[in-house]
């Protein structure tokens, strides 16, 4: 079977990517650009440092920033009249999966106005053009989102979120530079590291893994196993390896696919505003277990990436074993909760369960499931 991988036209990566931005622009013919954030990274000057060269070089931008940490449909309908009225031709999207799924949606809808309704773009669209032109400049080491053919939209009214797949929503260009991840504090680099830990593993483990995207996940678990907790310490070693790492995931499961883990974290997002990386991290390792009889033999090779030590001397249970202690421990030592106790409600777990079924990650895991058994998978976890 063919496989496809779609990527960025062009990225840039390390200290001072961001100097890229403006002849970026210029030199292709723009005039004005929709900067999308959100308010945190406006408060903390973290978009300014982008801002401030669009303003040294006489670029015109104008700002949006009404984007949630779970974006909903009004954030994207809200973001299309501004781009509408505000003159732009194009988008400079400063943030993590939030803004970058924000951005998305709404530069396929000024491009594809058929899709006006959001709820439309759930699944594989039939967009006939490619976005509003972007470039995407990521503040968290994570969601990878700026590399990335998804995005995730909340719907308030159903209480969930839905995934869009789509080829025509890629930044044209990408810009990764640590710097701009400098001020993230520890709780935050933590989540979005586990979650690029969990795009890792579980595009890895995969159904639709290949071997362009093996060796993309198993490069990205080396790195951010062996970043993650130096980046929570804002050591700046750790911050590249991290930025680096979650980019290098991106490449590889926005090509083949996602699991379970994914299909669990989402709705604990939608229904209680739980940060996805926390979900992730909190499911991951129960996600394992639960698809070790199934792809427990892809496990060792998980475990040789984070350096677990003695593995090449392991059965295949052990080595198994022994990759899922070192997840657990790598969470731990992050400061990721263990169980979803005080976050999980009894009465939402059914519908949490019908949810994870339905969503679009979920085909994706290599053992088939059910929605009564992604509910004994939550109950576990309470």
């Given amino acids: 079977m063919a496989s496809r991988i779609v990527l960025n036209s062009i990225s840039y990566h390390g200290s ?7 002849p970026e622009l210029t030199a292709r013919g723009y005039k004005k650009a929709l900067v999308c954030t959100d308010a945190d990274l406006l408060k903390f000057g973290v978009a300014e440092k982008v801002t401030s060269l669009l303003e040294k070089a006489g670029f015109a931008f104008e700002i949006f920033s009404d984007i949630k940490a779970n974006p909903t449909i009004e954030n994207v309908q809200s973001g299309v009249e501004v781009f509408k009225k505000s003159g732009a031709d194009c988008i400079v999207a400063i943030g993590g999966g939030s803004v970058m799924d ?3 949606a709404v530069g396929i809808i000024i491009n594809n106005p058929e899709f006006a309704d959001v709820r439309s773009l759930e699944g594989v ?3 006939k053009k490619h976005a509003v032109f972007t470039i995407a ?3 968290t080491a994570g969601t990878a989102a700026e590399v990335t053919i998804n995005y995730v939209i909340t719907d308030v009214e159903k209480k969930r979120k839905f995934v869009c797949v ?5 930044p044209e260009i990408a810009v990764v530079d640590p710097d701009m991840m400098a001020s993230m504090p520890k709780g935050l680099t933590a989540a979005t590291g586990m979650d690029a830990l969990t795009h890792a593993i579980e595009g890895y483990i995969t159904k639709g893994a290949c071997v362009i995207s093996d060796m993309f996940h198993l490069e990205a678990i080396r790195l951010i196993s062996a970043s993650l907790r130096d980046a929570v310490n804002n050591d700046p070693s750790g911050r590249e390896g991290m930025a680096l790492g979650q980019y290098i995931a991106g490449m590889g499961f926005s090509n083949v696919g996602l699991g379970i883990v994914h299909s669990m974290a989402h709705g604990l997002s939608a229904l209680y505003d739980t940060p996805h990386g926390v979900a992730c991290a909190i499911i991951l390792p129960t996600g ?4 070790k009889s199934v792809a427990g033999s ?4 998980i475990g040789k ?9 392991m059965t295949d249970e052990e080595a198994a074993d022994a990759t899922i202690a070192a997840v657990k421990k790598l969470s731990a030592d992050v400061g990721i909760p263990a169980d979803l106790k005080g976050i999980l409600k009894d009465e939402d777990v059914n519908f949490l369960a019908e949810s994870a079924f339905a969503d679009a990650c979920r085909p994706g895991n290599p053992r088939e499931t059910s929605v009564e058994e992604i509910t004994a998978l939550y109950k576990s976890l309470m």
């Fill in 16 to 22: 001072g990517a961001i100097d890229n931005i403006v």
């Fill in 102 to 104: 924000t951005s998305k």
């Fill in 125 to 127: 669209a039939p967009t």
């Fill in 137 to 139: 400049v990521a503040t």
């Fill in 166 to 170: 789509d080829t025509n929503d890629i």
């Fill in 288 to 291: 394992l277990e639960y698809n």
């Fill in 298 to 301: 892809r496990y060792r090779a």
């Fill in 305 to 313: 990436a984070m350096c677990v030590d003695g593995i090449d001397s």
